[in-house]
């Protein structure tokens, strides 16, 4: 399912909504995962949704590797490093929109500029 790129913020987060929803539900997160998804762990499943809304192949091990590794790596750069903290264990939508955005940035489709833009519009308007 190829969706066509988000232009402004306000978009990208409705994107990014209906990528929670995707992780949230249907069975082929139950088939890659074995359970139903907890809103708390949503987060790790950002960087192959991110694959699949843009019509990426993200049963390709070696993107989807760099893609997730990217993203986590991220996530983990945002949780508590070294006085750093955005809360991301207590706000589920917040760190699934890290690395939802940081896989769009690992796949060179966003500049690091626009990534910062995104991700602080999402802070203000998630959860």
């Known amino acids: 399912m190829k969706r066509k790129q988000p232009t402004t913020n306000a978009k990208w ?10 992780a949230r539900g249907g069975e082929w997160v139950e088939e890659l995962v074995g359970d139903p ?5 949503l987060f790790h ?18 993107l989807s590797r760099k893609v997730t590794e990217g993203a986590l790596a ?7 490093l070294e006085g750093v903290n955005h809360e991301l264990a207590v706000r589920p939508f917040l760190a ?3 690395c939802y955005v ?16 995104l991700l602080n519009y999402c802070d203000e308007h998630l959860d």
């Open 13 to 22: 987060l409705t994107e990014i909504l209906l990528a929670i929803e995707d």
């Open 37 to 41: 998804m907890m809103d708390a762990n």
């Open 45 to 62: 499943l950002a960087p192959i949704i991110s694959m699949k809304f843009r019509g990426l192949d993200y049963r390709n091990e070696k």
């Open 74 to 80: 991220n996530y983990v750069a945002n949780s508590d």
């Open 96 to 98: 699934f929109a890290v």
């Open 102 to 117: 940081t896989a769009h940035y690992v796949l060179d489709l966003i500049d690091e500029k626009q990534a910062e833009s």
